[in-house]
């Protein structure tokens, strides 16, 4: 049987390579999901119904920086029906 918590051996040699560059443009497949905003409730004062659930989209993994979106960076949002646009501010 194996042993429990043991932390496995690595060797030197065995780093990871690092990941080629992706020609852009490229497409990724994301899901809405549905979100219940809390930052409106007060303390527990007694039966309160459930805030209303509204859609999100969390965007988040390295290929994020890749494509120029580092953290901090200040984005242009562009808002059509059935589409969205980031675009990264130039300062």
């Known amino acids: 049987m194996a ?4 932390m ?4 030197a ?8 560059a ?3 443009p490229y497409w990724r497949t994301l ?4 979100s219940r905003d809390n930052t ?6 007694g039966f309160q119904p ?3 659930a509204v859609p999100r989209v969390l965007l988040r ?6 494509a120029g979106f580092d953290a901090d960076t200040l984005l242009d949002v562009e808002v059509s029906e059935g589409r969205i646009v980031l675009t990264a501010v130039v300062s």
């Open 22 to 24: 992706r020609a852009f």
């Open 40 to 45: 409106s409730l007060k303390p527990y004062q």
């Open 3 to 6: 042993e429990r918590n043991v």
């Open 31 to 34: 899901k809405v999901h549905h």
């Open 61 to 66: 993994g390295q290929w994020l920086s890749e």
């Open 8 to 11: 496995p051996e690595y060797r």
């Open 13 to 20: 040699t065995e780093s990871p390579a690092e990941k080629p």
């Open 50 to 52: 459930a805030p209303p």
